[in-house]
């Protein structure tokens, strides 16, 4: 499997195929979930804080931040980007990909002159 993520994201960097990670991008644009209540999701914060007293005012303020961020939007209610926050996550873990890769690079050359010579 790990191969196979190797040749994906290779193929994703090559400078030829710059287009298709621009491509896959404007495809997962339009990916969005299901708007939910302020409410709702006031009540569902609280919850899974364990707090009983979130204030209104605090979700709206954590929401104008993951709109400015483009995470969500607040039209109909709050909804999740997920097409921008998948796209977010692929560049990221390529370039985790690229740093592994190095890394490693740099590893199996300090260990190759940690060596004793014969």
């Given amino acids: ?4 993520l190797d040749k994906a994201f290779s193929r994703l960097k090559d400078p030829r195929m710059s287009a298709s990670l621009t491509m896959l991008h404007s495809l997962l644009h339009s990916l969005k979930g299901d708007p939910e209540s ?19 005012q605090s979700i709206t303020n954590v929401a104008r931040r993951l709109e400015e961020l483009n995470f969500i939007e ?10 921008y926050l998948i796209s977010v996550l692929l560049d990221t873990v390529i370039h985790l990909n690229e740093s592994l890769k190095d890394l490693e690079d740099e590893v199996a050359s300090l260990k190759s002159l940690m060596k004793p010579t014969s």
Avoid at 1 to 4: A, P
């Fill in 1 to 4: 499997m790990k191969s196979e």
């Fill in 38 to 56: 302020p409410g709702t999701v006031k009540d569902r914060v609280a919850k899974m804080a364990g707090q009983r007293d979130i204030s209104k």
């Fill in 74 to 83: 607040r039209k109909e209610g709050y909804s999740v980007n997920y097409g």
